[in-house]
C-alpha cells in the first residue's frame, strides 16, 4: 500500500517546510524503514504552495506512526491547510 499526503502552505515558508520534511523523512526511515519523497506543484495560488509526501509499501499502522512522528517536527505548525492523506494499493493488470 501507497500513502500520499498532501498539504498547503506560505510560499514564505518554503525552506521550512523543505527542513522540516527532511527531517521528518529522515524520522520515518530511521523507525519505520520506509523511504519518502517529497513534490511540489510548479506553480503557487494565493501565495501558497501545495506540497505531496510520497510513502511506498507502507505498514497497516503508517498513519498512527507518522502522525507521532510529524509532531517531532513543527511541520504541523507551517501548514495552512490540513493534511489529507489517501491510500492506494497496487493492482496487477498482467495477470
Given amino acids: 500500500m501507497d500513502c500520499y499526503i ?3 502552505a506560505g510560499t514564505a515558508l518554503e525552506e521550512k517546510v523543505i527542513a522540516a520534511e527532511k ?3 529522515q ?3 530511521a523507525q519505520l524503514g520506509v523511504r519518502g519523497k517529497l ?3 510548479p506553480e503557487s495560488a494565493n501565495d501558497l504552495h501545495t506540497w505531496m509526501e510520497v510513502y511506498a509499501n507502507v505498514p497497516d499502522d ?3 506512526q507518522l502522525e507521532k512522528l510529524l509532531q517531532q517536527t513543527g511541520l504541523a505548525e507551517l501548514q495552512y ?3 489529507r ?3 492506494f494499493l497496487d493492482v496487477d493488470v498482467c495477470a
Fill in 85 to 87: 492523506a489517501e491510500y
Fill in 23 to 25: 527531517s521528518l523523512h
Fill in 81 to 83: 491547510s490540513e493534511r
Fill in 6 to 8: 498532501y498539504f498547503k
Fill in 39 to 41: 513534490q511540489r506543484r
Fill in 62 to 64: 503508517f498513519a498512527e
Fill in 27 to 29: 524520522q520515518v526511515l
